[in-house]
């Protein structure tokens, strides 16, 4: 299983750009990346997925190298409301041994 | 995307009791899997739940204290026995997307305090 690292937390303010690096040197061939947000007394959220290049939907955009040992969750023009830990995980689902690992995750503090 | 409900969404127990949780979801999934949450941890993954298959638990877990039921394509349950404080902690049950997009969807978890 492809271990993920992202930084513990970052902080931005209202109206900016977030974006949040990943790096997952071990990915795998048939590894997808995909990205969740969890709010307090929540549970997690799906956000975004891809496989390379770029992906985009309309809350986020995934920006993934060539080599997919890294990844790029971009937020667009955050709000207080995206205040939230971000995790960023690898790994594939119907490989009959699909397992998913949680990282540390990334914790956005938004402010006013 | 599927809606996941969970039961009870928060309980106190004394240590030595057992807590059955139950997932409910609203479509029929072949996947479910059961995560804890510690308190301002990350999620850790108990054990994945196959309708009409013994569940799959991850190291450090064992059936004896987290047996888990899957009677059908829509429900599961994940009992915490013989509860000590350490098993404090928000328990979560997810299910694979079933439009095959290879990812899942979380329930609202289950809070539990042991005393």
């Known amino acids: 299983l492809a271990k993920t690292t992202q930084p513990i937390s970052m902080d931005s303010y209202e109206g900016q750009e977030v974006n949040i690096t990943c790096s997952h040197n071990n990915i795998a061939t048939n590894d997808y990346i995909t990205w969740y947000q969890q709010f307090p007394s929540q549970g997690p959220r799906f956000i975004i997925q891809g496989y390379k290049t770029k992906v985009t939907n309309e809350v986020a955009s995934l920006f993934i190298p060539a080599d997919r040992k890294s990844s790029t969750l971009s937020l667009p023009r955050v709000s207080l409301s995206d205040t939230a830990v971000y995790y960023c995980l690898v790994g594939a689902l119907n490989t009959g041994g699909f397992k998913t690992i949680f990282g540390a995750g990334t914790r956005l503090f938004v402010k006013a | 995307s599927a809606v996941i409900s969970q039961k009870p969404s928060r309980d106190i127990c004394q240590r030595g009791t057992s807590l059955t949780i139950q997932c409910q979801v609203d479509?029929?999934?072949?996947?479910m899997f059961w995560y804890r949450q510690q308190p301002g941890q990350s999620l850790t993954l108990i054990a994945t739940?196959?309708?009409?298959?013994?569940?799959?638990?991850e190291s450090g877990f064992v059936i004896d204290k987290f047996p888990i039921s899957r009677p059908n394509l829509t429900f599961s349950t994940l009992t915490v026995s013989n509860m000590s404080p350490e098993d404090s902690s928000i328990y979560l049950c997810?299910?694979?997307?079933?439009?095959?997009?290879?990812?899942?969807?979380f329930g609202p978890g289950t809070r539990l305090l042991v005393l």
């Open positions: 479509s029929q999934v072949t996947m």
């Open positions: 997810s299910v694979e997307d079933f439009w095959g997009q290879e990812t899942q969807y």
């Open positions: 739940a196959n309708q009409g298959s013994e569940a799959t638990y």
